[in-house]
């Protein structure tokens, strides 16, 4: 097992032009993989059938998505933890790895929907992601702005938002495209977040937490597009 000396880590801002560049592409090459994994993982197991398997498991109680949505937040609540380990390298990355599989679990519904009703939807929300977070992360690294007060807008912000899916579970309302086009507001704010603190808040030997943060903002945000997509075919 590798140790990590964190005692010299500074924040990325701090560094030299060469090393915060090279943290910089260290951060962005683990965010490509991580979204690879997620596609080769996604697409295995669709091709294994286990989404229509979850489909049919989720349809047996109205509560079973929050049973999900909760184990969802729970491993990645340690996963992050893990990510974040200021002493093992490995831990780091099975953090990262564990994350990719929770995510690729949580889509499984929504992908499947996706293929199986409207399958243009899923490459036009990819197409539409990539190029949202292209424009939100030139918007960051151009104007060096610290968007560190986003963070208790955002945590007011998921909040409510999880009370309205609790809500919509419970009452068996649909949060329809409007829900969904606010999320992707939401979502889009978390990245400006989080991409500000690959500059302002993450060490030099962070850049594995800091992929996952981002990976985790750029599902949240092609969870919503697809999300839209579907509300608006449906219109």
């Known amino acids: 097992m590798s140790y990590?000396?964190?005692?010299?880590?500074?924040?990325?801002s701090e560094l030299p032009g060469e090393q915060k560049a090279a943290f910089i592409r260290r951060t962005y090459g683990h965010l490509a993989i991580a979204i690879g994994v997620f596609a080769l993982l996604e697409a295995q197991l669709i091709k294994m059938g286990f989404g229509e398997q979850?489909?049919?498991?989720?349809a047996t109680s109205k509560w079973s998505w929050l049973l999900v949505l909760g184990a969802f937040m729970l491993v990645g609540t340690v996963a992050d933890r893990w990510a974040r380990s200021d002493h093992s390298r490995e831990l780091q990355y099975a953090g990262l790895g564990l994350f990719i599989v929770a995510e690729a679990i949580i889509f499984l519904p929504l992908i499947y929907m996706a293929m199986r009703y409207a399958p243009d939807i899923l490459p036009n929300a990819a197409l539409i992601t990539a190029s949202l977070v292209t424009g939100?992360?030139?918007?960051?690294?151009?104007?060096?702005?610290?968007?560190?007060?986003l963070g208790p807008i955002l945590s007011i912000g998921f909040i409510i938002a999880f009370g309205l899916i609790i809500a919509s579970i419970a009452f068996g309302f649909q949060l329809g495209i409007v829900f969904s086009g606010v999320m992707i507001a939401f979502a889009a704010g978390s990245i400006l977040y989080t991409t500000s603190n690959i500059l302002h808040v993450y060490r030099?030997?962070?850049?594995?937490?800091?992929?996952?943060?981002?990976?985790?903002s750029v599902a949240l945000l092609f969870w919503y597009v697809v999300q839209f997509l579907m509300h608006m075919g449906d219109d």
């Open 54 to 58: 979850m489909m049919a498991m989720l």
């Open 136 to 149: 939100l992360t030139f918007v960051v690294f151009t104007t060096r702005k610290d968007f560190s007060f």
């Open 4 to 12: 990590l000396d964190v005692a010299s880590g500074s924040v990325v």
């Open 204 to 216: 030099e030997d962070q850049h594995v937490a800091a992929s996952l943060a981002l990976f985790a």
